[in-house]
């Protein structure tokens, strides 16, 4: 098993930006395709970002695409996120989430662990 803790949410203005991390332990982190999802109120849990287990070949929603860099550290067993030029759209609650499969999973069943998350909000 892994365990997530998230962390670097807040309350930014719109146009700002925060790093978002993920505290991975347990088992190898780099056993795992790492993503990031995020669920605003009455709204589903949506996919945001995911890197593979080399951390190549980043993949983006298309919403986020320019704006926000996921990467990882291995010799931290942590994932980030960059999120720049923020909108009041991006308000969610953030979740880091860990897969055994391969590539970039998008779907949230693709994986197996997930963290508490982390509110983001983005005032206008």
């Known amino acids: 098993q892994v365990q997530l803790v998230e962390s670097g949410g807040g309350l930014v203005q719109a146009g700002g930006s925060l790093r978002l991390s993920c505290a991975a332990s347990g088992r190898t982190f780099s056993s795992y395709c790492m993503g990031w999802f995020r669920q605003a109120p009455g709204k589903e849990r949506d996919f945001v970002a995911a890197?593979?287990?080399?951390?190549?070949?980043?993949y983006y929603t298309d919403s986020v695409k320019g704006r926000c860099t996921i990467s990882r550290d291995v010799a931290k067993n942590t994932v980030y996120l960059k999120m720049n030029h923020l909108t009041p759209e991006d308000t969610a609650v953030y979740y880091c989430?860990?897969?055994?499969?391969?590539?970039?999973?998008?779907?949230?069943?693709?994986?197996?662990?997930w963290g508490q998350g982390t509110q983001v909000t983005v005032s206008s």
């Open positions: 890197v593979t287990r080399s951390g190549r070949n980043p």
């Open positions: 989430a860990a897969s055994t499969g391969f590539g970039t999973p998008t779907i949230p069943g693709d994986y197996s662990y």
